[in-house]
């Protein structure tokens, strides 16, 4: 353990010598290295192996790494020295960026990524170079002669030898960017059978689906359509014109703002208000977004739907839908906790946080983001960052 320890202060010695070394490869170093050292002593499996055999089982194994995320979840102390940010400290959470340039959700992603990119070479077959154009016939011991003394021209290059994508390549491509947490280890098995049509028609979507049944069932029955709110027909469309289509119904705003009875105004019943937000969250599955289970998504929902109306008016300012909001707040509570989040954003609460938190989301273009999971990682993005800037 300790000479693992050590290896990874000298690469990250030498990365700081040779800036010009990728994040990526040094990553990589790490991962075969003192990462590799760790699980050596600590998982059983990996007895009696070096560090490249107990890494090339690792990585052609999906239900392996898992174990290894779950060591590593139950016992940080084991990674606290690797564990850190470019100042040598040991980071406070996955979103910071690590001494390698990257953070450790990235590291994350990137493990994600290698171990489906074999398993999808491994089950659907590895690619087959294929030479694009014919080779040159062998010169003779003539032709050789005469080219020495420079009296004909040298033969042309070799022919480039470029390989055919596969099937594998063509599915890895599809969800590439949507391969991102550990979850999805046990559902790599079952993204390798999709047609690579299905998964570009899912895009960001496939995250939606996040037990093997429920692959299944795609796999079998398709794509379903996303289901649209359905808009009253006007009872006077000959006079009725666009500008005139009321704000509820519009797409943009299918749902108005909750009506709460605290600050900013405007009256209501606060249960009202709680309880629009939880058939929302209901509708975007956000307890499997956060990875809680109903009862803790629902009390989320009652602490969120508290505070004041400022907060949704000023969020609802730099155009984002409720949809958004929803997803926003619930991923600052979960985050700063209950009680940190109501005291920045209740009705009582200074406006500063507020005013610094939507300034960044402006600038972060939050109101374009459509998938829910982007919207939640781009919030703990800012929280983040407001933390580094001392504003939290």
Avoid at 65 to 94: A, M, Q
Wanted: aromatic content about 4%.
């Amino acid at each position: 353990m300790a000479k693992g320890l050590k290896q990874n202060k000298s690469i990250q010695t030498d990365s700081e010598k040779a800036p010009q070394k990728a994040p990526a490869a040094v990553i990589a170093e790490v991962l075969r290295g003192p990462v590799v050292d760790v699980f050596l002593e600590h998982v059983p499996a990996f007895h009696g192996l070096d560090r490249n055999q107990a890494f090339e089982l690792v990585m052609n194994n999906p239900p392996l790494i898992e174990e290894c995320f779950k060591l590593f979840r139950k016992r940080p102390d084991l990674f606290e020295e690797l564990i850190v940010g470019p100042d040598g400290k040991p980071i406070s959470d996955e979103t910071q960026e690590l001494a390698c340039g990257r953070s450790v959700a990235e590291v994350v992603a990137l493990v994600v990524r290698s171990a489906a990119k074999r398993h999808f070479y491994k089950r659907l077959g590895a690619p087959q170079p294929v030479s694009i154009t014919v080779g040159p016939p062998a010169r003779s011991r003539w032709q050789r002669l005469l080219q020495s003394l420079m009296l004909i021209p040298p033969p042309p290059p070799e022919p480039k030898q470029k390989r055919k994508a596969t099937r594998a390549d063509r599915l890895y491509r599809a969800i590439h960017s949507s391969l991102l947490y550990e979850w999805q280890l046990p559902l790599i098995q079952h993204y390798a059978p999709l047609p690579v049509s299905m998964v570009r028609e899912l895009g960001a979507r496939i995250l939606d689906y996040r037990e093997p049944t429920e692959l299944k069932v795609l796999l079998t029955e398709g794509v379903k359509p996303a289901a649209t709110p359905p808009v009253t027909p006007s009872p006077m469309p000959s006079k009725q014109t666009a500008a005139s289509v009321p704000a509820a119904t519009s797409p943009a705003r299918t749902i108005p703002l909750p009506a709460s009875g605290g600050g900013g105004g405007g009256g209501g019943n606060p249960s009202s208000r709680a309880e629009t937000l939880w058939k929302l969250s209901q509708s975007l599955q956000l307890h499997k977004t956060f990875e809680i289970d109903e009862r803790d998504l629902r009390r989320v929902v009652a602490q969120i739907s508290a505070l004041g109306d400022r907060t949704y008016a000023n969020l609802i300012a730099i155009g984002l839908k409720m949809r958004e909001i929803l997803v926003v707040l619930c991923a600052i509570n979960r985050r700063l906790g209950h009680a940190r989040t109501s005291a920045l954003l209740s009705a009582e609460a200074d406006p500063k946080f507020l005013e610094q938190l939507t300034a960044l989301m402006t600038q972060e273009g939050m109101a374009s983001l459509q998938d829910i999971v982007e919207i939640r990682e781009s919030t703990e993005s800012i929280l983040s960052h407001m933390k580094k800037l001392g504003q939290l």
